[in-house]
């Protein structure tokens, strides 16, 4: 089984190229961010003809988060438990959606920005965080061997490697030790990193700015990760980031991320 989470920074805008990327690519189920439309919006169309089923949920053209899968698509889920919001009066974004696919209950997770470090976005990031671990601790707790992807934008630089510069990044979001706490903390309850031993840094990046001639300059960041639970995490027999993926006139400011998985999925 292969899986995968891309941030297509407008599912509109790429959709031939979603599509045929998703062709080439073989994926089982994709985990898609920022999707950016309503649901009536949303090209169920490219993917049905593909052999795939979509969960999609959007609320206007910002945020928005799919699961689009080929092995199976059930117990769909908008939002996580105690899911924080946004604005006034706060209310949940599109920015979770979970489905069990072949056995499998994959959440694509667009995290919240954070702005800047003084912003209440920022301490809206870090409670989003937080209440995502509690609900994974809880998930783990009732059934240990539960078989749990997280994936999708973490807005969340671990390592200072995950950066092309710490330098530019001081006092800035995404490499503060509070959103690298959080970040740990989901690791910590027994979600694993699985794709960095199959592909390391430094330099190994998923998303590159389109300002700046970034991506030519490899100016990038690792802020998109599949986090898997401990039995997940068991079956991983490779990953890899499509970079290619990031070239190319049309393309996302992130790449594709991509897991295999190989023995049986949960009855």
């Known amino acids: 089984m292969r899986i995968a989470t891309w941030n297509v920074n407008s599912i509109r805008a790429r959709a031939e190229r979603v599509a045929a990327w998703i062709e080439r690519s073989d994926v089982d189920v994709v985990a898609i961010q920022e999707t950016k439309c309503r649901d009536d919006q949303f090209p169920a169309t490219i993917f049905a003809d593909l052999g795939y089923e979509v969960a999609h949920h959007g609320l206007s053209q910002w945020n928005g988060v799919a699961i689009a899968s080929r092995v199976g698509l059930d117990d769909v889920r908008i939002g996580f438990p105690e899911q924080p919001g946004w604005g006034d009066p706060a209310a949940p974004e599109a920015r979770a959606i979970g489905a069990t696919c072949n056995g499998v209950q994959v959440w694509s997770l667009y995290v919240p920005n954070g702005r800047e470090i003084d912003d209440p976005h920022y301490t809206y990031k870090l409670d989003w965080l937080e209440k995502l671990r509690a609900y994974g601790t809880t998930r783990l707790a009732e059934k240990p061997d539960a078989q749990i992807a997280l994936c999708g934008d973490f807005n969340v630089a671990p390592q200072d490697d995950d950066v092309w510069d710490m330098a530019e990044f001081e006092g800035k979001t995404h490499v503060t030790k509070a959103e690298r706490e959080a970040f740990t903390a989901l690791v910590d309850a027994g979600f694993a990193e699985v794709v960095r031993p199959y592909a390391p840094g430094p ?10 001639l970034s991506f030519p300059k490899k100016k990038g960041m690792r802020i998109d990760f599949a986090l898997l639970s401990p039995a997940l995490a068991g079956r991983v027999s490779g ?6 993926e990031r070239k190319g006139k049309g393309a996302s400011d992130h790449a594709p991320v991509i897991v295999d998985l190989d023995g049986p999925s949960e009855a």
Do not use: L, N
């Open 239 to 244: 990953a890899k980031i499509d970079r290619e």
């Open 203 to 212: 330099g190994v990046y998923t998303f590159w700015d389109y300002q700046a």
